[in-house]
RNA sequence: GUGGUUGUAGUUCAGUUGGUUAGAACGCCUGAUUGUGGUUCAGGAGGUCGUGGGUUCGAGUCCCAUCUUCCACCCCA
């Protein structure tokens, strides 16, 4: 009999040290942002209880939520005639908690538990894995990781604003130039559905024309037509295809203009003006942002500001960032009036857009940057001390921890991309000159430790 | 959840209508060089052909199941 060979779950993934030095190069970049703009970091459990996480991300939602079995006798509680009623029926039998699907709802249930404790506006960042028992493709997991960044308890559109200085700030710091930040309201297509005349159906309006540059003008109108959109509505709809590519504020002017006397569209386009404003008097001039009418975002709890960010000359088209304001966040666990505004990044996505597009910086991937060779048992106390030294002008070291060929020990450092070997045998370490080789050059020279030393001061 | 697709050495892939001992490249190990990596040369190790059944004298090749990969829906990061 054969051990099993092991395996990982489906959608999970291993991150060996290649990937995790690139990704930790991203989460990084985006968390020192974060913190540059005033957000605090929260974790919450993996595991919730189902009560929290059950009935608010819809019917699909619920079916990819993954579910924990009770621990010890999970059947102890369930009888035949249960047993016999399904799986629906059986579930809260032998299942309370499951993994988390997303951070919001956590966060939301954490701003319920104890509002009461906390200052106002809160600012909260949270990078952390979810999970979803979604069928896996390229790009999508089942275990992967979202960098969430929230404000509650403010209403001011300066929030959203600073969403697009962060999104700015993360991806010129990651090295992606091009890249556009959509930017739309709820609040004009509520208004777009009432001008249409279906008023109170902008739920189905949005998830049609989200699709829109995905499958064309055509098949939305035919879905707005399966949805039970009235022809003529459909037809009224021409001036938000048609809209074009018009500058920013000259769209907000178009639109003002058809738009005009529908309150929620008025006022949504008034606050896609202050967003601009803002920015602007923030002194951020290439701002990247684009206003669409058309992008519209499946997801139901935003009710203001809608964001989304795309790379552009990039095999990799969806999106890599995006957020908006909900104007109820909490509501669910019975607490009213709490608005927030919130983003994310992508972290899967900007990683594959960096692939593609070769962004990742060398120097960002060695981390060691000195080996010293070990030549003998008798000369490791010395060899060591010698790293102790060299830690602590905080450059990092390695002792290879075996004395063995030479060859393999400068292969390691030729593997690892280490840039400098110090190689100390008995002469070096009597005259006290060591013998220090610079790997990408293939020269070495005769140095003292100080004299090494400062040769780093100077490199860093 | 629906339909399709993939799986052969550490990796990327060949492998003929089913027919001897399953190949290549790269990587790995050893040596040329016992105190010098990245280039070169010589040699070597490494495979229950995803897994489990079945058909057959004979299966990497055909059939079924299952897992995995990827793709299109649905939905989403």
Not at 84 to 109: C, H, M, N, Q, W
Not at 334 to 343: H, P, R, T
Request: aromatic content about 10%; some cysteine; charged content about 25%.
């Amino acid at each position: 009999m054969g051990v099993a060979k092991p395996s990982i779950p489906k959608g999970a993934r291993d991150f060996d040290p290649d990937k995790m030095v690139k990704r930790k190069f991203i989460l990084n970049t985006i968390e020192s942002v974060f913190i540059k703009y005033g957000f605090q970091p929260l974790e919450t459990p993996a595991m919730e209880n189902l009560s929290v996480l059950t009935g608010k991300y819809g019917d699909e939602g619920d079916q990819l939520l993954y579910k924990v079995l009770n621990s010890g006798d999970f059947l102890k509680k369930v009888s035949d005639t249960e047993w016999k009623e399904g799986a629906k029926a059986l579930l809260p039998k032998i299942s309370e908690k499951g993994l988390r699907y997303d951070l919001t709802v956590p966060f939301a249930r954490y701003v319920v538990m104890n509002h009461g404790q906390m200052t106002f506006p809160f600012k909260r960042y949270q990078i952390q894995p979810v999970w979803r028992a979604d069928r896996p493709q390229k790009g999508r997991y089942r275990e992967f990781y979202q960098c969430d960044a929230d404000v509650v308890g403010a209403n001011s559109l300066i929030c959203e604003a600073e969403n697009v200085l962060m999104m700015n700030e993360v991806f010129h710091q990651l090295g992606i130039h091009d890249f556009v930040i959509k930017i739309n309201n709820r609040k004009i297509l509520t208004g777009v559905a009432k001008y249409i005349g279906e008023a109170g159906n902008e739920g189905p309006l949005c998830v049609a024309i989200d699709k829109l540059d995905k499958i064309g003008r055509e098949k939305v109108e035919e879905e707005l037509l399966n949805s039970g959109f009235d022809k003529s509505a459909i037809e009224k709809l021409s001036f938000l295809f048609d809209a074009g590519n018009k500058e920013n504020l000259e769209l907000v002017e178009a639109m003002e203009n058809v738009l005009e006397g529908v309150d929620e569209a008025e006022e949504g386009l008034k606050e896609i003006r202050e967003i601009f404003e803002y920015i602007d008097a923030y002194g951020l001039t290439n701002h990247h942002l684009q206003f669409d009418i058309t992008l519209a975002r499946g997801l139901s709890y935003y009710t203001g500001a809608i964001f989304e960010v795309r790379a552009l000359n990039s095999q990799i088209t969806s999106s890599i960032s995006g957020g908006g304001r909900y104007d109820n966040l909490t509501g669910v666990f019975g607490l009213e009036g709490v608005s927030g505004v919130g983003f994310s990044f992508g972290v899967d996505r900007i990683y594959d857009v960096m692939e593609d597009l070769s962004l990742f910086p060398d120097e960002s991937l060695n981390s060691t940057d000195l080996l010293i060779v070990n030549f003998d048992k008798t000369l490791e106390k010395k060899i060591v001390g010698i790293a102790g030294q060299i830690r602590a002008s905080g450059i990092s070291t390695e002792v290879y921890p075996e004395p063995v060929k030479l060859k393999k020990q400068m292969n390691y450092a030729n593997k690892k991309g280490i840039p400098y070997v110090i190689l100390a045998g008995t002469e070096e370490l009597e005259s006290g000159k060591l013998t220090f080789k610079d790997m990408r050059l293939g020269e070495q020279k005769s140095m003292t430790l100080t004299e090494i030393l400062t040769f780093f001061k100077k490199e860093v």
